[in-house]
């Protein structure tokens, strides 16, 4: 299947500071990406959906100032996490897909902690 | 509003016993059914899926999937489980008319004890 790297795959960092995730999709061009949070012992929730050489899509309730999003290329895709707070620490996972999705493609996660 | 329910937090099993996890969906028109597993501090691995066809769906690992249009249902199962099998599993829903977009359930922690 395809790959989705995810990078870095844990950062600590302190409150304040922005901390940059990156998704790349490294055998095939995704237009499209998504961001989901996991919080301990609870699902994925989707954050935005992310298409190439446009504006991120923000689900309701997600700060678009706080979480950037930018999806430069058809492998590329950022997620700035700004002014990082405590409560901002979380696992965030990124998908990626090629269009007409039969199944998404995962990033192995990248688990920010805001000390 | 759309969603996906697992109904047990967890569910516990010896190796070798046959194993079900449970899914129910309430998604407009025929969604598009998956199952994906997680492993600690990883992304999600796509495990099967359902579109349409047969109901009993083969995926990876020796699981398998049966969808029950009117129960809402697609339970995932396997004949002989393994301690390897302990993660967490996810199902997962996408609307017909907008298949990028994965409804998730809460997930279900699987514990096979040796």
């Known amino acids: 299947g395809a790959v989705v790297s995810q990078h870095p795959s844990w950062v600590i960092c302190k409150s304040g500071t922005s901390v940059k995730i990156e998704c790349r999709s490294l055998d095939f061009q995704a237009t499209t990406m998504f961001w989901y949070r996991q919080f301990p012992k609870q699902s994925l929730m989707l954050m935005a959906t992310s298409n190439e050489g446009s504006k991120a899509t923000y689900e309701q309730g997600v700060e678009k100032d706080k979480f950037l999003i930018n999806h430069a290329s058809l492998t590329l895709s950022t997620l700035t996490v700004t002014s990082a707070h405590p409560e901002d620490s979380s696992f965030y996972i990124c998908?990626?897909?090629?269009?007409?999705?039969?199944?998404?493609?995962f990033g192995q996660g990248t688990r920010l902690t805001v000390v | 509003a759309q969603s996906v329910a697992q109904p047990e937090d967890q569910v516990n099993v010896a190796e070798g016993n046959p194993l079900t996890v449970k899914c129910t969906y309430s998604?407009?028109?025929?969604?598009?059914l998956f199952w994906y597993v997680q492993y600690p501090n990883r992304g999600l691995q796509f495990l099967l899926k359902y579109i349409t066809g047969d109901n009993l769906v083969k995926g990876s690992y020796g699981f398998e999937a049966e969808f029950n249009k009117s129960q809402s249902s697609f339970h995932l199962k396997e004949p002989s489980a393994l301690v390897s099998d302990s993660a967490l599993y996810f199902c997962a829903a996408a609307p017909s008319y907008n298949t990028d977009k994965l409804i998730f359930g809460t997930g279900t922690r699987l514990q096979v004890f040796p």
């Open positions: 998908s990626a897909s090629q269009g007409q999705l039969i199944e998404a493609f």
């Open positions: 998604v407009s028109g025929n969604p598009y």
